[in-house]
Protein backbone atom coordinates (compact mmCIF):
# COMPACT_ATOMS: atom_id res chain seq x y z
CA UNK A 1 0.00 0.00 0.00
CA UNK A 2 1.06 3.48 -0.67
CA UNK A 3 2.49 5.61 1.42
CA UNK A 4 -0.47 7.79 3.37
CA UNK A 5 -0.32 11.57 3.76
CA UNK A 6 -1.65 12.29 7.69
CA UNK A 7 -2.85 15.53 8.51
CA UNK A 8 -1.42 18.65 10.05
CA UNK A 9 -2.43 17.60 13.72
CA UNK A 10 0.51 15.15 12.69
CA UNK A 11 3.31 17.14 11.17
CA UNK A 12 6.18 15.84 13.42
CA UNK A 13 5.51 12.60 11.11
CA UNK A 14 3.91 13.97 7.94
CA UNK A 15 4.47 10.75 6.09
CA UNK A 16 4.54 7.20 6.63
CA UNK A 17 3.74 3.63 5.57
CA UNK A 18 2.22 0.65 6.77
CA UNK A 19 5.12 -0.88 8.12
CA UNK A 20 5.86 1.86 10.32
CA UNK A 21 2.90 0.37 12.33
CA UNK A 22 4.56 -2.99 12.98
CA UNK A 23 6.08 -1.80 16.40
CA UNK A 24 5.21 -3.57 19.42
CA UNK A 25 5.47 -0.81 21.23
CA UNK A 26 2.11 -0.77 23.56
CA UNK A 27 -0.11 2.58 23.11
CA UNK A 28 -2.22 3.68 26.05
CA UNK A 29 -5.92 3.25 25.82
CA UNK A 30 -6.74 7.25 26.10
CA UNK A 31 -3.68 7.68 23.14
CA UNK A 32 -5.87 5.07 21.49
CA UNK A 33 -9.15 6.55 21.40
CA UNK A 34 -8.48 9.99 20.58
CA UNK A 35 -6.79 8.67 17.35
CA UNK A 36 -9.85 8.48 15.01
CA UNK A 37 -8.69 6.98 12.04
CA UNK A 38 -11.98 8.77 9.76
CA UNK A 39 -10.53 12.27 10.42
CA UNK A 40 -7.01 11.14 8.80
CA UNK A 41 -8.95 9.57 5.46
CA UNK A 42 -8.38 11.41 2.17
CA UNK A 43 -11.51 14.42 2.27
CA UNK A 44 -10.73 15.77 -1.36
CA UNK A 45 -9.90 12.54 -3.63
CA UNK A 46 -12.15 10.11 -1.39
CA UNK A 47 -15.23 8.56 -3.21
CA UNK A 48 -18.65 9.70 -2.29
CA UNK A 49 -21.24 7.34 0.03
CA UNK A 50 -23.51 6.97 -3.04
CA UNK A 51 -20.55 6.21 -5.43
CA UNK A 52 -19.84 3.39 -2.48
CA UNK A 53 -23.13 1.56 -2.70
CA UNK A 54 -22.75 1.84 -6.33
CA UNK A 55 -19.42 -0.06 -6.16
CA UNK A 56 -20.82 -2.32 -3.23
CA UNK A 57 -23.79 -3.26 -5.41
CA UNK A 58 -21.93 -4.34 -8.64
CA UNK A 59 -19.34 -6.80 -6.81
CA UNK A 60 -21.86 -8.21 -5.23
CA UNK A 61 -24.56 -8.44 -8.87
CA UNK A 62 -22.99 -9.97 -10.91
CA UNK A 63 -23.14 -13.35 -13.09
CA UNK A 64 -24.04 -15.13 -10.09
CA UNK A 65 -27.41 -13.37 -9.21
CA UNK A 66 -28.52 -14.69 -13.01
CA UNK A 67 -27.63 -18.32 -11.20
CA UNK A 68 -29.61 -18.22 -8.71
CA UNK A 69 -32.36 -20.50 -10.06
CA UNK A 70 -29.99 -22.65 -10.57
CA UNK A 71 -29.21 -22.78 -6.89
CA UNK A 72 -32.73 -23.34 -6.32
CA UNK A 73 -32.70 -26.48 -8.48
CA UNK A 74 -30.13 -28.19 -6.20
CA UNK A 75 -32.36 -26.95 -2.71
CA UNK A 76 -35.60 -27.04 -3.80
CA UNK A 77 -38.17 -23.87 -3.42
CA UNK A 78 -38.34 -23.71 0.39
CA UNK A 79 -34.86 -24.79 1.18
CA UNK A 80 -33.65 -22.38 -1.41
CA UNK A 81 -35.94 -19.59 -0.10
CA UNK A 82 -34.68 -19.98 3.72
CA UNK A 83 -30.88 -21.04 2.62
CA UNK A 84 -30.66 -17.90 0.48
CA UNK A 85 -31.95 -15.63 3.40
CA UNK A 86 -29.78 -17.29 5.78
CA UNK A 87 -26.72 -17.17 3.48
CA UNK A 88 -27.38 -13.84 3.32
CA UNK A 89 -27.46 -12.53 6.62
CA UNK A 90 -24.36 -14.61 7.12
CA UNK A 91 -22.41 -13.10 4.39
CA UNK A 92 -23.41 -9.60 5.32
CA UNK A 93 -22.44 -10.62 9.28
CA UNK A 94 -19.33 -11.61 8.15
CA UNK A 95 -18.68 -8.26 6.29
CA UNK A 96 -19.54 -6.84 9.73
CA UNK A 97 -17.51 -7.49 11.75
CA UNK A 98 -14.34 -7.57 9.19
CA UNK A 99 -14.86 -4.01 9.09
CA UNK A 100 -15.66 -3.53 12.40
CA UNK A 101 -12.70 -5.41 13.25
CA UNK A 102 -10.45 -3.54 10.72
CA UNK A 103 -12.06 -0.18 12.32
CA UNK A 104 -10.67 -0.95 15.37
CA UNK A 105 -7.33 -1.73 15.18
CA UNK A 106 -6.81 1.17 12.87
CA UNK A 107 -7.88 3.13 15.86
CA UNK A 108 -5.28 0.91 18.06
CA UNK A 109 -2.25 0.85 15.62
CA UNK A 110 -3.26 4.46 14.43
CA UNK A 111 -3.13 4.40 11.00
CA UNK A 112 -5.71 5.74 8.73
CA UNK A 113 -6.85 2.75 6.63
CA UNK A 114 -6.22 -0.96 6.15
CA UNK A 115 -6.75 -3.60 3.67
CA UNK A 116 -8.02 -6.82 4.33
CA UNK A 117 -4.66 -8.37 4.39
CA UNK A 118 -3.19 -5.59 6.57
CA UNK A 119 -6.40 -6.03 9.16
CA UNK A 120 -5.57 -9.73 9.35
CA UNK A 121 -1.94 -9.10 9.81
CA UNK A 122 -2.47 -6.13 12.47
CA UNK A 123 -4.77 -8.02 14.30
CA UNK A 124 -2.62 -10.99 15.19
CA UNK A 125 0.76 -8.88 15.87
CA UNK A 126 -1.73 -7.11 18.84
CA UNK A 127 -3.06 -10.52 19.67
CA UNK A 128 -1.93 -12.90 22.17
CA UNK A 129 1.51 -14.00 22.34
CA UNK A 130 1.33 -16.75 20.95
CA UNK A 131 -0.15 -15.97 17.74
CA UNK A 132 1.81 -13.07 17.08
CA UNK A 133 4.61 -14.86 15.13
CA UNK A 134 1.84 -15.97 12.89
CA UNK A 135 1.07 -11.92 11.17
CA UNK A 136 3.09 -12.69 8.08
CA UNK A 137 1.56 -16.16 7.68
CA UNK A 138 -2.41 -14.23 8.38
CA UNK A 139 -1.01 -11.75 5.89
CA UNK A 140 -0.24 -13.72 3.05
CA UNK A 141 -2.98 -16.33 3.38
CA UNK A 142 -5.31 -13.76 2.94
CA UNK A 143 -3.26 -11.72 -0.06
CA UNK A 144 -2.74 -15.47 -1.58
CA UNK A 145 -6.69 -16.31 -1.67
CA UNK A 146 -7.49 -13.16 -2.49
CA UNK A 147 -5.82 -12.98 -5.80
CA UNK A 148 -6.71 -16.59 -6.34
CA UNK A 149 -10.49 -15.70 -5.70
CA UNK A 150 -10.57 -12.82 -7.78
CA UNK A 151 -8.81 -14.25 -10.85
CA UNK A 152 -11.08 -17.45 -11.07
CA UNK A 153 -14.08 -15.02 -10.53
CA UNK A 154 -12.52 -13.15 -13.71
CA UNK A 155 -12.45 -16.59 -15.35
CA UNK A 156 -16.23 -17.09 -15.04
CA UNK A 157 -17.01 -13.78 -16.13
CA UNK A 158 -15.71 -14.38 -19.58
CA UNK A 159 -16.75 -17.59 -19.84
CA UNK A 160 -20.84 -15.79 -18.74
CA UNK A 161 -19.77 -12.93 -21.63
CA UNK A 162 -18.55 -15.60 -24.32
CA UNK A 163 -21.89 -17.68 -23.57
CA UNK A 164 -24.09 -14.72 -23.66
CA UNK A 165 -22.82 -13.64 -27.28
CA UNK A 166 -22.96 -17.02 -28.34
CA UNK A 167 -26.64 -17.95 -27.50
CA UNK A 168 -27.76 -15.03 -29.89
CA UNK A 169 -25.54 -14.66 -32.42
CA UNK A 170 -25.51 -18.51 -33.33
CA UNK A 171 -29.22 -18.38 -33.03
CA UNK A 172 -29.98 -15.24 -35.25
CA UNK A 173 -27.05 -15.63 -37.53
CA UNK A 174 -27.99 -19.53 -37.89
CA UNK A 175 -24.13 -20.53 -37.45
CA UNK A 176 -22.22 -22.60 -35.38
CA UNK A 177 -19.42 -21.22 -33.32
CA UNK A 178 -17.74 -22.85 -30.96
CA UNK A 179 -17.61 -21.01 -27.34
CA UNK A 180 -13.93 -20.84 -27.90
CA UNK A 181 -13.61 -18.84 -30.26
CA UNK A 182 -15.96 -15.80 -28.40
CA UNK A 183 -13.84 -16.60 -25.19
CA UNK A 184 -10.81 -15.17 -27.63
CA UNK A 185 -13.19 -12.08 -28.85
CA UNK A 186 -14.14 -11.41 -25.18
CA UNK A 187 -10.99 -10.90 -24.13
CA UNK A 188 -9.99 -8.43 -26.35
CA UNK A 189 -12.51 -5.84 -24.28
CA UNK A 190 -11.22 -7.18 -21.37
CA UNK A 191 -7.64 -6.07 -21.98
CA UNK A 192 -8.99 -2.61 -22.39
CA UNK A 193 -10.58 -2.53 -19.03
CA UNK A 194 -8.34 -4.19 -17.24
CA UNK A 195 -6.01 -1.36 -17.37
CA UNK A 196 -7.91 0.84 -15.18
CA UNK A 197 -5.92 1.02 -12.05
CA UNK A 198 -7.75 3.74 -10.05
CA UNK A 199 -11.31 2.76 -8.44
CA UNK A 200 -13.03 6.01 -8.65
CA UNK A 201 -12.55 5.89 -12.40
CA UNK A 202 -14.47 2.78 -12.52
CA UNK A 203 -17.54 4.61 -10.97
CA UNK A 204 -19.33 5.28 -14.71
CA UNK A 205 -18.91 1.33 -15.20
CA UNK A 206 -20.39 0.43 -12.10
CA UNK A 207 -23.56 3.11 -12.70
CA UNK A 208 -23.70 1.95 -16.11
CA UNK A 209 -23.66 -1.37 -15.24
CA UNK A 210 -26.33 -1.06 -12.45
CA UNK A 211 -28.88 0.67 -15.07
CA UNK A 212 -28.40 -2.39 -17.66
CA UNK A 213 -29.18 -5.26 -14.79
CA UNK A 214 -31.77 -3.00 -13.58
CA UNK A 215 -33.28 -3.37 -17.39
CA UNK A 216 -32.27 -6.97 -17.16
CA UNK A 217 -33.90 -7.97 -14.10
CA UNK A 218 -37.04 -6.19 -15.54
CA UNK A 219 -37.23 -8.26 -18.80
CA UNK A 220 -36.14 -11.35 -17.04
CA UNK A 221 -39.68 -11.01 -14.36
CA UNK A 222 -41.61 -10.75 -17.70
CA UNK A 223 -40.77 -13.18 -19.06
CA UNK A 224 -41.12 -15.14 -15.95
CA UNK A 225 -44.44 -13.63 -15.09
CA UNK A 226 -45.72 -13.36 -18.51
CA UNK A 227 -47.46 -16.84 -18.00
CA UNK A 228 -49.13 -18.41 -15.08
CA UNK A 229 -46.35 -20.46 -12.84
CA UNK A 230 -46.49 -23.80 -11.74
CA UNK A 231 -45.51 -24.59 -8.28
CA UNK A 232 -47.07 -27.84 -8.29
CA UNK A 233 -44.43 -29.71 -9.68
CA UNK A 234 -41.39 -28.39 -8.11
CA UNK A 235 -40.06 -30.25 -5.16
CA UNK A 236 -39.82 -28.10 -1.76
CA UNK A 237 -36.48 -29.93 -1.08
CA UNK A 238 -34.37 -31.71 -3.64
CA UNK A 239 -32.18 -33.86 -1.82
CA UNK A 240 -28.89 -33.75 0.33
CA UNK A 241 -26.67 -35.01 -2.25
CA UNK A 242 -27.05 -31.36 -3.80
CA UNK A 243 -26.84 -29.38 -1.38
CA UNK A 244 -23.31 -28.62 -1.60
CA UNK A 245 -24.10 -26.91 -4.76
CA UNK A 246 -26.20 -24.74 -3.37
CA UNK A 247 -24.40 -22.90 -1.02
CA UNK A 248 -21.40 -23.19 -2.99
CA UNK A 249 -23.42 -21.04 -5.75
CA UNK A 250 -25.21 -18.98 -3.28
CA UNK A 251 -21.91 -17.96 -1.47
CA UNK A 252 -20.10 -17.04 -4.88
CA UNK A 253 -23.41 -15.13 -5.91
CA UNK A 254 -23.40 -13.50 -2.99
CA UNK A 255 -19.84 -12.91 -1.41
CA UNK A 256 -17.88 -9.32 -2.77
CA UNK A 257 -15.92 -9.57 0.62
CA UNK A 258 -12.71 -8.92 -1.84
CA UNK A 259 -13.85 -5.52 -2.81
CA UNK A 260 -15.66 -4.26 0.84
CA UNK A 261 -12.09 -3.03 2.06
CA UNK A 262 -11.38 -1.19 -1.15
CA UNK A 263 -14.30 0.29 -1.16
CA UNK A 264 -14.94 1.18 2.71
CA UNK A 265 -10.81 2.53 2.41
CA UNK A 266 -11.40 4.78 -0.19
CA UNK A 267 -14.68 6.72 1.24
CA UNK A 268 -14.82 10.01 2.19
CA UNK A 269 -17.21 9.55 4.91
CA UNK A 270 -16.52 6.04 6.46
CA UNK A 271 -18.51 6.30 8.97
CA UNK A 272 -21.43 5.84 6.66
CA UNK A 273 -20.34 2.12 5.69
CA UNK A 274 -21.90 0.42 8.76
CA UNK A 275 -24.76 1.62 10.92
CA UNK A 276 -28.46 1.75 9.94
CA UNK A 277 -29.15 2.51 7.29
CA UNK A 278 -25.32 2.42 5.88
CA UNK A 279 -23.77 1.51 3.15
CA UNK A 280 -23.35 -2.41 3.69
CA UNK A 281 -26.88 -2.53 4.82
CA UNK A 282 -28.32 -0.68 1.90
CA UNK A 283 -26.38 -2.59 -0.28
CA UNK A 284 -26.91 -6.29 0.92
CA UNK A 285 -30.57 -5.63 1.59
CA UNK A 286 -31.30 -4.87 -1.70
CA UNK A 287 -28.85 -7.39 -3.07
CA UNK A 288 -30.95 -10.56 -1.15
CA UNK A 289 -33.72 -9.35 -2.22
CA UNK A 290 -33.27 -9.78 -5.84
CA UNK A 291 -31.49 -12.79 -5.62
CA UNK A 292 -34.29 -14.94 -3.66
CA UNK A 293 -36.81 -12.61 -6.03
CA UNK A 294 -35.03 -14.02 -9.16
CA UNK A 295 -33.78 -17.38 -7.51
CA UNK A 296 -37.17 -18.61 -6.43
CA UNK A 297 -39.30 -17.69 -9.81
CA UNK A 298 -36.88 -18.77 -12.08
CA UNK A 299 -37.00 -21.99 -11.03
CA UNK A 300 -40.52 -22.09 -10.75
CA UNK A 301 -40.60 -20.78 -14.26
CA UNK A 302 -38.24 -23.36 -16.06
CA UNK A 303 -37.66 -25.87 -13.36
CA UNK A 304 -34.84 -28.89 -14.35
CA UNK A 305 -34.49 -27.48 -17.53
CA UNK A 306 -32.62 -24.10 -15.96
CA UNK A 307 -29.12 -23.14 -17.26
CA UNK A 308 -25.89 -21.38 -15.22
CA UNK A 309 -27.71 -18.17 -16.36
CA UNK A 310 -31.30 -17.24 -16.42
CA UNK A 311 -31.22 -15.00 -19.38
CA UNK A 312 -29.55 -18.17 -21.62
CA UNK A 313 -33.33 -19.51 -20.58
CA UNK A 314 -35.27 -16.64 -22.21
CA UNK A 315 -37.20 -17.63 -25.77
CA UNK A 316 -34.18 -17.58 -28.40
CA UNK A 317 -34.54 -14.70 -31.32
CA UNK A 318 -36.99 -12.74 -29.49
CA UNK A 319 -35.49 -9.54 -29.62
CA UNK A 320 -36.14 -8.56 -26.26
CA UNK A 321 -34.37 -11.55 -24.61
CA UNK A 322 -31.80 -11.04 -26.97
CA UNK A 323 -31.26 -7.48 -25.23
CA UNK A 324 -31.43 -8.85 -21.86
CA UNK A 325 -28.63 -11.59 -23.16
CA UNK A 326 -26.58 -8.73 -24.93
CA UNK A 327 -27.04 -6.08 -21.35
CA UNK A 328 -25.87 -8.62 -18.89
CA UNK A 329 -22.98 -9.48 -20.85
CA UNK A 330 -21.92 -5.69 -21.30
CA UNK A 331 -22.38 -5.01 -17.60
CA UNK A 332 -20.73 -8.11 -16.69
CA UNK A 333 -17.95 -6.50 -18.80
CA UNK A 334 -18.44 -3.30 -17.21
CA UNK A 335 -17.92 -5.38 -13.87
CA UNK A 336 -14.76 -7.22 -14.86
CA UNK A 337 -12.39 -4.06 -14.15
CA UNK A 338 -13.82 -3.75 -10.47
CA UNK A 339 -13.02 -7.35 -10.22
CA UNK A 340 -9.76 -7.52 -11.72
CA UNK A 341 -8.75 -4.58 -9.92
CA UNK A 342 -8.34 -6.14 -6.20
CA UNK A 343 -6.06 -9.39 -7.87
CA UNK A 344 -3.54 -6.85 -9.05
CA UNK A 345 -3.52 -3.97 -6.33
CA UNK A 346 -2.01 -7.04 -3.99
CA UNK A 347 0.27 -8.24 -6.52
CA UNK A 348 1.52 -4.95 -7.67
CA UNK A 349 1.90 -4.33 -3.86
CA UNK A 350 4.02 -7.39 -3.49
CA UNK A 351 6.57 -6.99 -6.73
CA UNK A 352 6.43 -3.56 -7.61
CA UNK A 353 9.90 -2.99 -5.79
CA UNK A 354 11.30 -5.37 -8.56
CA UNK A 355 10.89 -2.77 -11.15
CA UNK A 356 12.71 0.69 -11.72
CA UNK A 357 10.09 3.25 -10.93
CA UNK A 358 10.22 4.48 -14.30
CA UNK A 359 9.60 1.13 -15.84
CA UNK A 360 6.37 0.53 -13.51
CA UNK A 361 3.67 1.88 -16.17
CA UNK A 362 4.93 -0.73 -18.71
CA UNK A 363 5.11 -3.50 -16.60
CA UNK A 364 2.00 -3.01 -14.74
CA UNK A 365 0.40 -2.92 -18.55
CA UNK A 366 2.27 -6.10 -19.49
CA UNK A 367 1.60 -7.85 -16.32
CA UNK A 368 -1.90 -6.98 -16.19
CA UNK A 369 -2.15 -8.17 -20.60
CA UNK A 370 -0.23 -11.68 -19.29
CA UNK A 371 -3.11 -12.40 -16.66
CA UNK A 372 -5.86 -11.71 -18.55
CA UNK A 373 -4.55 -13.78 -21.43
CA UNK A 374 -4.16 -16.46 -18.81
CA UNK A 375 -7.47 -16.10 -17.33
CA UNK A 376 -8.72 -16.02 -21.09
CA UNK A 377 -7.24 -19.90 -21.24
CA UNK A 378 -8.23 -21.02 -18.54
CA UNK A 379 -11.85 -20.18 -19.39
CA UNK A 380 -11.53 -21.63 -23.06
CA UNK A 381 -10.39 -25.02 -20.64
CA UNK A 382 -13.62 -24.91 -18.57
CA UNK A 383 -15.98 -23.43 -20.74
CA UNK A 384 -18.89 -24.38 -18.72
CA UNK A 385 -20.68 -22.07 -16.06
CA UNK A 386 -22.77 -24.51 -14.02
CA UNK A 387 -19.91 -26.36 -12.05
CA UNK A 388 -16.91 -23.79 -12.67
CA UNK A 389 -19.72 -21.25 -10.52
CA UNK A 390 -20.11 -23.83 -7.63
CA UNK A 391 -15.98 -24.76 -7.41
CA UNK A 392 -15.14 -21.56 -7.07
CA UNK A 393 -17.66 -20.58 -5.00
CA UNK A 394 -16.61 -23.08 -2.47
CA UNK A 395 -13.29 -23.03 -2.16
CA UNK A 396 -12.62 -19.06 -2.49
CA UNK A 397 -15.56 -17.27 -1.42
CA UNK A 398 -16.17 -19.62 1.67
CA UNK A 399 -12.71 -18.91 3.26
CA UNK A 400 -12.86 -15.69 2.65
CA UNK A 401 -16.17 -14.58 3.14
CA UNK A 402 -16.67 -16.46 5.94
CA UNK A 403 -14.05 -18.00 8.03
CA UNK A 404 -11.23 -15.60 7.87
CA UNK A 405 -13.78 -12.47 8.94
CA UNK A 406 -14.41 -14.58 11.89
CA UNK A 407 -10.85 -15.89 13.11
CA UNK A 408 -9.87 -12.16 12.35
CA UNK A 409 -12.40 -11.28 14.96
CA UNK A 410 -11.70 -14.19 17.68
CA UNK A 411 -8.18 -12.93 17.65
CA UNK A 412 -8.90 -9.63 18.27
CA UNK A 413 -11.28 -10.11 21.03
CA UNK A 414 -9.66 -13.16 22.69
CA UNK A 415 -9.83 -13.20 25.39
CA UNK A 416 -11.56 -10.50 27.80
CA UNK A 417 -13.77 -9.28 25.32
CA UNK A 418 -15.98 -12.40 23.83
CA UNK A 419 -18.91 -11.85 24.90
CA UNK A 420 -21.09 -13.01 28.00
CA UNK A 421 -20.41 -16.87 28.30
CA UNK A 422 -17.67 -16.61 24.86
CA UNK A 423 -20.73 -16.43 22.48
CA UNK A 424 -18.97 -14.26 20.18
CA UNK A 425 -16.14 -17.35 20.45
CA UNK A 426 -18.67 -20.02 19.96
CA UNK A 427 -20.19 -18.22 16.89
CA UNK A 428 -17.22 -18.04 15.20
CA UNK A 429 -16.36 -21.89 15.88
CA UNK A 430 -19.76 -22.30 13.93
CA UNK A 431 -19.11 -20.21 11.54
CA UNK A 432 -15.76 -21.56 10.49
CA UNK A 433 -17.37 -24.89 10.77
CA UNK A 434 -19.83 -24.26 8.12
CA UNK A 435 -17.36 -22.28 5.80
CA UNK A 436 -15.24 -25.96 5.82
CA UNK A 437 -17.97 -27.85 5.39
CA UNK A 438 -18.93 -25.82 2.54
CA UNK A 439 -15.20 -25.96 1.01
CA UNK A 440 -14.67 -29.64 0.93
CA UNK A 441 -18.23 -30.58 0.00
CA UNK A 442 -18.76 -28.10 -2.77
CA UNK A 443 -15.51 -28.64 -4.07
CA UNK A 444 -15.52 -32.80 -3.98
CA UNK A 445 -19.41 -32.62 -5.57
CA UNK A 446 -18.24 -29.56 -8.34
CA UNK A 447 -14.63 -31.25 -9.30
CA UNK A 448 -16.84 -34.74 -9.45
CA UNK A 449 -19.63 -32.88 -12.07
CA UNK A 450 -16.73 -31.79 -14.04
CA UNK A 451 -15.14 -35.01 -14.46
CA UNK A 452 -18.45 -36.26 -15.36
CA UNK A 453 -19.21 -33.96 -18.16
CA UNK A 454 -15.74 -34.00 -19.58
CA UNK A 455 -15.24 -37.56 -19.56
CA UNK A 456 -18.92 -38.01 -22.16
Request: proline letters at 4%; aromatic letters at 12%.
Amino acid sequence: MAEINSTSKEKSKSVFTLTDFSSKTVLTEKAQLDYDPFEHRDQINGASTGGSLAHLLKSSLGSGILAMPMAFKNAGLLFGLIGTLVVGFLCTHCVHILVKTSHDICQKAKVPYLGFAETAEKVFENGPKKLRPWANFAKQFVDGALMATYYAAACVYIVFIATSFQNVINYECNVKINIRVYIALTIIPCLLIGQIRNLKYLVPFSAMANIFIVIVFGITLYYMFREPLKFADKPLFSSWGQLPLFFATVIFAMEGIGVVMPVENSMKSPQHFLGCPGVLNTAMTTVVSLYAVIGFFGYVKYGDAILGSITLNLQEGAWLADTAKILMAISILFTFGLQFYVPNEILWRKISHKFPEDKHNMAQILLRTGIILISGGVSAAIPDLEPFISLVGAVFFSLLGIMVPSVVQTVFLYPDNLGKWNWIYVKNIILSILALCALIAGSFVSVKDIIKMYSK
